[in-house]
Structure formats: C-alpha cells, structure tokens
C-alpha cells in the first residue's frame, strides 16, 4: 500500500524576483547529504537527523500549519527564503497542492493513477489530453512509471494558476516552473504532466520521481513544497502577465461575495470575529470603505446559506464550523456538477431530485449502471463511481483507490457493496461487476446474462418504475422474446415458461462458440474441465462473455475456460493451478481463500 503525505497549499503566492538565474555572486545553500570529514564528531548526530528527515520523505507532519516552522533539512530551503522575500498584494495567484506519495509492495496505483490523469486531460482546443515532459509533448507515462518503480517515492503537484486562460502556453509556463524548481533544488528531476482544461479552473498535474540526478533519494525541504514552489509559480505567472491590477484584484475580491465555497473574504472575517461576532457597524468617524461594503455583502451571502445569524444592523452570529459547512457546500456543489456531467455525457438525463451524493453512507448495496468512474481526488488517486441504479436514482460513491473501482466498462451492470470484514481488517467498500455486457447487448446475447438471472432468479433485484429502473424492465421483456425465438420459452397469456436448465444451456452454448473461435486462433485444442477435475496452465488472459468473466489456461497442448477470480489478475503469464468445482467455481491452491468463483 501506498502511505500518502499531503500538504495543502491555498495562500495567495508572492512576488519576487527570480535571482538565481543571472547574478555568479548569490549564495545558494543546498543541504542535503553531508559529505564533509573535517568534524567527526558531530557525524553521528548530523547522520541521525538526515536519516530523521528521509524518512519522513522530508516533510514533517504534525498537525502544525505549513507556516509553523521550518524544515531544517531538504533540497530548496534556501530558495524558498529567497523566494518568499516579496510577498504582496499585487502577486498573480496560484495555487499549488502537493503530496508526496511513499511506495510499498504495491507499485500498480501509479500506472492506474497515470492511465486517469491522461484520460482525463482535455487540451484547450477540446482534444485528448497526453502527457508531456521537459522535452516532448508525447511522453512515454508508462516508462515514466517503470522508472519509479523501485523507487522510495514520488511527488504529486498540481499547480492551477487562477488566470490560466491568459497565459499563452500552460505547457510552455510548466516547463519553465520546473526549470526553475532544477535550479533551487540543485539537481535534474525527473517528472511528467498533464493539463486539463475540462474544469472550472484549468490546472496541471506534475508528477516528479523520488530520486535526483545523483541516483539518491530526492528529498525536497517541507518549506520548498509549501511556499517555495507556489512562489515560483506565482513569479512566473507575474513574469508574462504583469502584476495583478487593483481592477483584478477588485474582481476577484466582489467574485468571492457570492461564492458557495470557503473564500478569503471568510478567512478575513473569521479573524475579525470577536467571541463569535462580526461587527460591521461604522465606527463613529469613520467613512465605510468599499472593502467594508464587500464585507457587508458576504455576510448577507452566509446568512442567505443558513451559515450565519443576524443578531442587528451589520451584526451577525459567525459559529466556528462556518469554514467545514462552507468547504461541505462547495463539495456538495461539484458533486451536483459531476452528476450533471457524467449522465448527460451518457445521453442519460436525471432529475436532480434522484441525486444520491454519498451513496455509500446507506450501508445499503447499490445496483445499476456503471455511467462513470474516475479520480474523485486526483491529488490523493481515491476513486469515484456514477451508477445509473434500478432504484431510479443516481448515485455519486467515493471509493478508497482505482482498483476498489473495478475496470468494468462503462455501461455494464455493476452493485457496489462492503465486503464482509476479514480478521484484524475493516469492511471495504468495492464495485463488483454483475455483467461486463450492456443492457443493449445482453437482449440478444448468445450466453447466460445477468437478465436471465432477474427473470429465472428466484429474488429478482427490486426495481423503480422510472430511470435505469424502468430499462431493465424493458430489457427484460424483450429478452424473453428473443429467448422465445430462440426456442428456450414461450408465452403463456401474460405468463413466460423457460426451458429447463435455461442459464445452464446458454453458459454451455456460448463457452462452446467461444472455445471454437479461441482455438481457431491458437490452434490450442480445447480441453474443458468437468466437477473434480484438475486445472493448470499459463494464465493467458481473461475473456469477456455475456455468462461472466473466464480465464483461458495454457498448458502448452491445449486450453481451458475457468471462471475467472480476482487473484488471477495478479497472475497472468504465471502458471497456476486447482480442481474445478460443482458450482463453476475453482479450488485454486494459491492464496488463503478457498472456492472462489465467479462472483
């Protein structure tokens, strides 16, 4: 598992200029490994505290702010002393969040992470997005990813300048970052991006590998990855675009009156607040300014939100959880929005009124349609799913990581469920996936659907009238029709009788078909597997089928079909072996967990 550092930065960014570029004389500091032998002494310490500092990856967390402190070891301390000499008002504002990602045993998540990002990148233009580096606008993610792969970790930036649509080359204003980050940090670094331009605000994501240009553990001061680094990008910004006009910044401050999301208006009026007070009356002498009128009018916003309480004229109560109600608003908001854009991506339009934006919080299974799935918080790699459910809503999940979210396609049948805790562990919360095959597809399928199961099952999932709900009723009926074409029903008033064995004879059938076509392929002779008999072969890969997910062994003269199991993802190209079950299944002998099926 991957343990995650994280390090928030949303304060406005300053303005300085950049002297490391030009003057021979400056003076630049770069701690690190101490190499010197003059003062064996003091060896020992020094070696403890550096060990100290790597191992934390060289930020300290202890529940202080970023500006508590500093971190006495790391690449670009100095630098950000430099940096953050020229803070001020007119500085073009970026935010930077940044977490720096330790790797355990399973290195996979970077490669998934990476597939998201640049599925997700959208260019300026509208086309897909691709990842880029120092030197190409085509970089190569997955060799990027094997050469993290023995890594002790890597770096996750997102850099999201607020006037990116004014710089004329969000690409070209990354690279020229991340040659300034070389030069304060003293070394080449190894990184690639992505932009997205799909969302409100357009943002780059960086990822930089964990090692310097020495082959040593890169480890950057906790001071470089909290200001430094949004101090260069805010220079940079300032450096093409000019300083922040009074107009702009008068904008962005009347943008923030309206705002549904924790704003620095609110971080003013928290630190104005006085035992929970916000007194907004002049003061006798004084002439309102228009910064108290901006006051005045966020006020009104948060009691207009039930966040604030009038108590009299410019006076209101302002309760200390006005911040987590506001970030809780603004997250409930861009839920709304994903919602809104995920189903009607699908051509599926839904009522907001059918939104259900934590759908795990029930406890409840959640069956439906797979509409979308992707990085809930691209910063952290946790996963979101849409599922078009048969209860007639629309339900928004947030997962723990990509592989909780399955790699079913868009558009096949999928429930969301806890699973049963295992000893020393906590229930997990994952998609498992009922049918690869969409609604569409399965009506005239050759094999054993997941409508067969709903019409010959003897507890059917209960369905709305409305939604995804209603399709599958529809579905259903015309899977009848066609299995009574097919010979396997017939009707009877407005009753439907089945074949006997109905799910049997279409598994057979379609692992049948499928087994010619494969060994027409290969030339493998297949070999099937009946109850009690042993399996084994190469695991060549999984076959998708309308009667679920197999696997195709190898054993070097012919190949079998067996229900596939989420172990054997980790064993393609491996050799395996077991003894097939009554019930489908297979009695691998790997693993602890014994009988397991389809699923």
Known sequence: MQTPQRLEILAIPHLAPDRTMSRDDDLRI????????????????????????????????????????????????????????????????????????????????????????????????????????????????????????????????????????????????????????????????????????????????????????????????????????????????ALELGPRTEQEIRRGQEREVEAERWTGLDRQLARETVNGVVDLRPRFGERPNEMHGLKVGRMRKLEALGIAEPLGPAQWQLPDTAEASLRELQLRGDIIARLHREMGDQGFERSPATFVLDGAAAGAPVLGRLSAR????????????????????????????????????????????????????????????????????????????????????????????????????????????????????????????FARDLLSTLRRRELDGAAARIAAETGLTHQPAGEGEHVAGVVRRRVALASGRFAMLDDGMGFQLVPWSDPLEKRLGQQVAGVALSGGGVDWSFGRKRGLGIG
């Open 374 to 497: 992707g990085l809930d918080d691209e910063l952290a790699g946790s996963a979101f799913v849409v599922i078009d459910g048969v209860d007639g809503r629309a339900h928004h999940i947030r997962l723990p990581d990509l592989d909780a979210a399955s790699d079913a396609p868009v558009g096949a049948v999928v429930e969301a469920r806890w699973t049963e805790a295992a000893e020393g562990k906590r229930p997990r919360l994952l998609v498992a996936v009922r049918s690869d095959f969409s609604l569409e597809a399965q009506v005239t399928a050759e094999g054993a659907t997941w409508l067969d199961r709903q019409l010959v099952g003897r507890a059917p999932a209960a369905r709305a009238d409305s939604g995804f709900g209603r399709e599958v009723e529809e579905a259903l009926q015309r899977r009848a029709d066609h299995l009574a074409t097919e010979g396997l029903a017939r009707r009877q008033g407005r009753q439907v009788v």
């Open 30 to 237: 770069r701690p690190g490994r101490i190499r010197s032998t003059r003062a064996p002494r003091t060896k020992p310490f020094i070696t403890q505290a550096l060990a100290a500092a790597e191992k934390a990856g060289g930020v300290r967390q202890r529940g202080s702010r970023s500006g508590a402190g500093r971190s006495a070891f790391g690449r670009g301390r100095a630098a950000s002393l430099r940096a953050g000499s020229g803070l001020g008002r007119h500085a073009r504002l970026v935010t930077v969040k940044a977490r720096v990602v330790r790797h355990g045993a399973k290195r996979a998540p970077l490669t998934a992470h990476l597939n998201y990002l640049r599925r997700d990148g959208v260019t300026r233009d509208g086309s897909p997005g691709r990842m880029f580096d120092a030197a190409s606008d085509d970089a190569d993610h997955k060799a990027f990813a094997g050469r993290c792969e023995e890594d002790r970790h890597h770096f996750r930036f997102i850099v999201s300048p607020e006037d990116a649509g004014e710089l004329a080359d969000l690409r070209a204003y990354t690279r020229d970052l991340m040659a300034t980050a070389e030069r304060d940090l003293g070394t080449k670094l190894d990184w690639i991006a992505v932009d997205h331009w799909n969302t409100e605000h357009p943002h780059v994501h960086v990822l930089v590998r964990g090692r310097a240009e020495d082959g040593q553990n890169l480890v950057i001061s906790r001071d470089y990855i909290g200001q430094g680094l949004r101090a260069r990008a805010s220079e940079r910004a």
